[in-house]
């Protein structure tokens, strides 16, 4: 089946700095959905890509989905403490409606 | 407008016993699905009913079952609950293919 690596798993940085991470696929993807999980909830959708090239933003968030269609990279900058949780990637499998999810990026801000 | 709203929040079982997990959403999407986190580990689907009075197998759905009720509500069971069911249970909605979720129910098998 599809898989999804997200990498890097876990990432500790300084308030202020900027976060690259980014998720591959060993198979081709038609859009690409970025979530975040705040500790005790549930993911929230942040971004959705549907076209291979496509830059998005979302505040301080950037997200662009991969020439190939086999990967996608998230940006954040300038971290703030609530920056603080687990991203996911997602992407929906050949059936449409469900998704295949990486395993997420945690991510700690210190301030 | 709740959206995905999800009870219990916690539960602890002792091995062996049953529960049920209920899940409703109020957004009228045709698909829900049942979901489980485990510590380091992403989601992974248990069950999903793409329509009202279909499910379906997810990838790791030994020892659950489920109930589409309705449009709004869909079901998890464990009927014979085990400790490595100890896990976040998340339940999630969606029109297409953006899914929402909901806030999850921590439940710990001893």
């Known amino acids: 089946g599809q898989q999804l690596n997200q990498s890097p798993q876990s990432m500790f940085i300084q308030e202020g700095e900027d976060v690259s991470m980014n998720c591959t696929s060993s198979s081709i993807f038609n859009t690409w959905l970025w979530y975040k999980q705040d500790p005790g909830e549930g993911p929230v959708l942040l971004i959705a890509l549907y076209k291979a090239g496509e830059l998005t933003s979302n505040g301080r968030l950037t997200a662009q989905f991969g020439i190939t269609r086999k990967d996608s990279f998230l940006n954040i900058s300038a971290s703030i403490p609530s920056d603080v949780g687990i991203y996911f990637c997602a992407g929906p499998g050949p059936s449409g409606s469900r998704l295949t999810f990486g395993e997420g990026t945690q991510l700690t801000v210190n301030p | 407008n709740a959206g995905v709203t999800q009870t219990p929040k916690f539960q602890v079982l002792k091995t062996g016993q049953s529960m049920t997990l209920q899940c409703a959403q109020d957004?009228?999407?045709?698909?829900m699905y049942w979901y489980r986190q485990d510590p380091g580990m992403g989601l992974r689907l248990i069950y999903y009913?793409?329509?009202?009075?279909?499910?379906d197998k997810g990838e790791v759905p030994n020892g659950y079952n489920v109930s589409r009720l309705n449009k709004r509500e869909f079901s998890l069971r464990l009927e014979s609950a085990a400790p490595s069911q100890t896990s976040v249970y998340f339940c999630?909605?969606?029109?297409?293919?953006?899914?929402?979720f909901g806030p999850g129910t921590r439940l710990t098998v001893l």
């Open positions: 999630a909605s969606s029109e297409a293919f953006q899914q929402y």
């Open positions: 957004m009228n999407h045709n698909s």
């Open positions: 009913s793409a329509s009202e009075g279909t499910t």
